[in-house]
């Protein structure tokens, strides 16, 4: 089992700035991918971006040259630093964690993302 804790999040002007960070614990593998998806309301949750252990990095088309996706191995954390945000970034994110071989996907509890116009 693996644990997954966020923080960050909270409400951001339109143009600001919103960093997300997120702890994992438990039964962590060397090779696994770590990364954040959102979801809004009656919607299906989709990829925002994905960083490998080796620090190999994608993004969604809609966030690329505004977000950006760090990690620390030696610390199990992921980061995500979401500049120039829009109204439409307004979503819950949500931290994975996901295993290769198997492959099993983790999921953090959410936290809530609101940019206003």
């Known amino acids: 089992q693996v644990q997954l804790v966020e923080s960050g999040g909270g409400l951001v002007q339109a143009g600001g700035s919103l960093r997300l960070s997120c702890a994992a614990s438990?039964?962590?593998?060397?090779?696994?991918?770590m990364g954040w998806y959102r979801q809004a309301p009656g919607k299906q949750r989709d990829l925002v971006a994905t960083?490998?252990?080796?620090?190999?990095?994608n993004y969604a088309d809609s966030v690329k040259g505004r977000f950006t996706i760090s990690r620390d191995n030696a610390k199990n954390t992921v980061n995500l630093q979401m500049n120039s945000l829009k109204p439409e970034d307004t979503d819950v994110y949500y931290c994975?964690?996901?295993?290769?071989?198997?492959?099993?996907?983790?999921w953090g509890q959410g936290t809530q993302g609101t940019v206003s116009s």
């Open positions: 960083i490998t252990s080796g620090g190999t990095t």
């Open positions: 994975n964690y996901r295993t290769s071989r198997p492959r099993i996907d983790y």
């Open positions: 438990g039964n962590i593998f060397s090779l696994n991918t």
